[in-house]
């Protein structure tokens, strides 16, 4: 199994910052993909950004240009720098990985987080 523990959400002001961070642990074997998604109230969860093992990216049409994401393999970490927040990116944003466990390093599965909440409001 593995386990996503989140932290960095809270409450910021329109145009302010925020950094999530996202560690996995567990009897990793490998990761492919981490990202992160988001759900709003009354909407259904969308893909905010992910990064691939090789360090390719994905963002969101709605965020790019605004939210970086970057991993550390080494600590088997996401994180995802959010800059110049809109109201509209109020959400719970949960954290997401495509891992295998040992000792089947070539099957892989989806894990989520328990998620954070970012709320941007004046």
């Known amino acids: 199994q593995v386990q996503l523990a989140e932290s960095g959400g809270g409450l910021v002001q329109p145009g302010g910052s925020l950094r999530l961070s996202c560690a996995a642990s567990?009897?990793?074997?490998?990761?492919?993909?981490m990202a992160w998604h988001r759900q709003a109230p009354g909407k259904q969860r969308e893909l905010v950004a992910r990064?691939?093992?090789?360090?390719?990216?994905n963002y969101a049409d709605t965020v790019k240009g605004r939210f970086t994401i970057s991993r550390d393999n080494a600590k088997n970490t996401v994180y995802l720098q959010m800059s110049s927040l809109k109201p509209e990116d109020t959400a719970v944003y949960y954290c997401?990985?495509?891992?295998?466990?040992?000792?089947?390093?070539?099957?892989?599965?989806?894990?989520w987080g328990q998620g954070t909440q970012v709320t941007v409001s004046s």
């Open positions: 997401q990985t495509t891992a295998s466990t040992a000792p089947y390093r070539w099957r892989f599965y989806d894990y």
């Open positions: 990064i691939i093992s090789g360090g390719g990216t």
């Open positions: 567990g009897s990793i074997a490998s990761i492919s993909i």
